[in-house]
C-alpha cells in the first residue's frame, strides 16, 4: 500500500506540481477499489421448521384464512373500544418510551455510519516559548512566539470491513427495536380491549345482581305476606331475608372490580385514573365476538409475531458482532494530514511563504496480546448461539401462546352455550318454586335454592360472555394482530410514526 501511495504521489506531483489537496485527492480515489471485503460470518436467516397446520381440531367457529392483522378490535363493532385504543396509541407511556428508544437506536446508525468517512478539524494554536540557555539549541536565551492556523484530517480505511460489520450491528439493532415497539403496541391494545370487556362485563354481572335482588325482595314480599296469615313460619321469612342480605353485600364487591378496571384504562391511556368514568358510565353490552375467526397458519407468526422478528433481529446483529471482533486480527490502515500556515510573526501567517502540510498513510497491526483478541471472537460466537437458541425459544413460545389461545377460545365457547342453557333452566325452577311454594306444595327451602341457582347461574353467564371475548383478545394477540407488517415500521394506529409519537410528550396534558 505504501508502494502505491508513493506512485500515486509521484504522478500527481509530476503533473501538479506543489498541489497536496490533489495529490490527496487522487490517493483517496483509489481507496473504495481497496476496501471491499468484510471478515467474520455474513448472517444467513435461520431456516424455522413450523407445522403445517394448528394441533386443535378443527371447528365450526373458526376458519384456516388470513388472520385479521390490523386494526382486529374493530370486528367487534364497538365505537368506543376503537375510540379508546386510538386514544391510547397516541397517550400511552410506554409507546413512548419504546418510541424513543426507536430513536435512540436510529441515531446510533448515524454515529457508527459516520466512522466511514474522514474527520476534518479547523485548529488554530498561538505558542510563546523561551529557549535555555544552557541547552543544545543555539536560540538559547531567546524567546519567540509562533502561530498556525489550518485543518487536521483522520481517516480509517475499512480495509477489513470492522466499521461496516458495526453498521449491520446498529441497522439490526434498530431493526429489533421498531419490532419492540410493535411488541409493546399489540401488548397495549389487547390490554386495552381485555380492560374494557371486563368494564362491560362487569356491569352485566351488576344489572343480573340487581335483577336478582329485586326478585329476592319480592320473595321476602310474599314470605312476609304469608307469615301474616299464618301460613309460613318466621324461619322463612328469616332464610329469605339471608339470602336478600347475601345478594346485596356482592354489589360492593362487584363495584370495586369496576372502579379498578376504568381506573386501569385511564392509566393504560396515559391519563390520570377516573378519568373515562364519563364514558364508561354508560351500561353497555359486552362485545361479541364474530361467529367465524380467521386463525391462518401457524407458518404465520414468523412473520407477524413481533417477539419472533425482534429475536431474529438481535440474532443478526450478534452475528456482525463477530466480524467486529475478527477484523481485530488484520492491521488498521489510516491516512491523516495537515495542511495550513505556520509563522513567528502574526502578520505573516497567510502569506504562501507560511504554508506548510503532511499528509501520509499509517498501519497498526496487533502483533500480540496474550490471545485476547482470538478469546473475543470465541465469547461472540457463543454469544451468537445463545441468540440462536433464544430466536428458536421464541418460536416456539409463540407457537405454544397461539394454540392455547385457540383452545381457550374455541373451549369457552362451548362452555358460554350450556351457561345459557343453565340460566334458562334456573329460571324456569325459580318460577316453577315459587308457584308450587305459593300453593303450599314445596317447601320455602326450594325456592332459596332456586334464587342462588339464578344469581350463581347469571353472574356465570355475564362471566363467560366476557371471557369469550377476552380470549378470542388474547387469541389475536398470540397471532400478531394490531400492527401491519405491510406498511413501514414504526407506524401505529394513530397513524403516526415513532418519532412523531416521541416528539409530542405531553400532548395528551394540554389538552385538559
Not at 380491549?193 to 352485566?204: E, G, H, S
Not at 336478582?212 to 329469605?240: C, P, W
Request: charged share 25%; with cysteine; proline share 4%.
Amino acid at each position: 500500500m505504501k508502494r502505491l501511495f508513493q506512485m500515486v504521489i509521484g504522478f500527481a506531483d509530476s503533473v501538479f506540481p506543489g498541489r497536496p489537496i490533489i495529490c490527496l485527492a487522487l490517493f483517496l480515489s483509489l481507496i473504495p477499489a481497496l476496501s471491499g471485503c468484510s471478515v467474520g460470518p455474513d448472517y444467513i436467516r435461520p431456516e424455522t421448521e413450523m407445522p403445517s397446520k394448528w394441533q386443535q381440531r378443527r371447528d365450526p367457529a373458526w376458519v384456516p384464512q388470513e388472520a385479521v392483522v390490523r386494526c382486529w378490535w374493530k370486528v367487534f363493532d364497538d365505537p368506543i373500544l376503537t375510540w379508546l385504543i386510538e386514544q391510547a396509541a397516541e397517550s400511552n407511556l410506554d409507546i413512548r418510551v419504546a418510541a424513543a428508544r426507536v430513536n435512540e437506536a436510529r441515531s446510533r446508525i448515524g454515529v457508527v455510519t459516520g466512522e466511514l468517512f474522514p474527520t476534518i478539524d479547523a485548529v488554530g494554536t498561538i505558542s510563546r516559548q523561551r529557549y535555555s540557555e544552557n541547552g543544545l539549541t543555539t536560540l538559547g536565551g531567546t524567546t519567540e512566539t509562533s502561530y498556525s492556523a489550518g485543518f487536521d484530517a483522520s481517516w480509517e480505511i475499512d480495509l477489513f470491513g470492522r466499521i461496516r460489520r458495526s453498521i449491520e450491528v446498529a441497522s439490526a439493532s434498530f431493526q429489533a427495536s421498531e419490532e419492540d415497539l410493535n411488541d409493546v403496541m399489540i401488548t397495549l391494545f389487547a390490554e386495552v380491549a381485555r380492560t374494557y370487556v371486563t368494564v362491560r362485563a362487569i356491569q352485566a354481572r351488576l344489572a343480573a345482581a340487581n335483577g336478582n335482588i329485586e326478585s329476592q325482595k319480592q320473595v321476602i314480599a310474599l314470605t312476609h305476606s304469608r307469615f301474616k296469615y299464618g301460613l309460613t313460619t318466621g324461619l322463612a321469612v328469616a332464610q329469605a331475608e339471608r339470602v336478600l342480605a347475601g345478594s346485596e353485600s356482592e354489589v360492593p364487591l362487584l363495584r370495586i372490580e369496576l372502579a379498578r378496571a376504568i381506573h386501569t384504562i385511564g392509566v393504560l391511556l396515559g391519563r390520570p385514573p377516573g378519568t373515562f368514568y364519563k364514558e364508561l358510565s354508560d351500561v353497555k353490552s359486552i362485545p361479541i365476538p364474530p361467529d367465524e375467526v380467521a386463525v391462518g397458519i401457524p407458518a404465520d407468526l414468523l412473520r407477524r409475531r413481533p417477539d419472533i422478528r425482534r429475536a431474529e433481529r438481535e440474532l443478526a446483529a450478534q452475528s456482525a458482532r463477530i466480524g467486529i471482533a475478527t477484523a481485530d486480527l488484520y492491521p488498521r490502515f489510516s491516512l491523516a494530514g495537515f495542511f495550513g500556515y505556520e509563522a513567528l510573526d502574526a502578520g505573516e501567517i497567510f502569506e504562501s511563504g507560511s504554508r506548510a502540510f503532511h499528509f501520509g498513510p499509517s498501519m497498526r497491526w496487533l502483533l500480540f496480546d496474550g490471545n485476547r483478541v482470538r478469546n473475543r471472537i470465541n465469547v461472540e460466537d457463543a454469544l451468537t448461539e445463545q441468540a440462536l437458541y433464544r430466536y428458536e425459544q421464541t418460536v416456539l413460545n409463540a407457537l405454544n401462546e397461539a394454540e392455547n389461545a385457540l383452545t381457550q377460545y374455541l373451549e369457552e365457547r362451548v362452555r358460554l352455550e350450556a351457561l345459557k342453557r343453565a340460566v334458562k333452566a334456573s329460571r324456569r325452577s325459580l318460577e316453577l318454586a315459587v308457584n308450587l311454594y305459593k300453593e303450599g306444595l314445596t317447601d320455602f327451602q326450594n325456592v332459596l335454592d332456586a334464587q342462588r341457582a339464578v344469581f350463581v347461574a347469571e353472574n356465570q353467564f355475564s362471566e363467560g360472555k366476557g371471557n369469550t371475548t377476552i380470549n378470542l383478545v388474547q387469541l389475536y394477540k398470540a397471532l400478531g394482530g394490531g400492527w401491519n407488517p405491510c406498511e413501514a415500521s414504526g407506524t401505529h394506529a394513530s397513524g403516526k410514526s415513532s418519532k412523531e409519537v416521541s416528539d409530542q410528550p405531553h400532548k395528551h396534558r394540554n389538552r385538559e
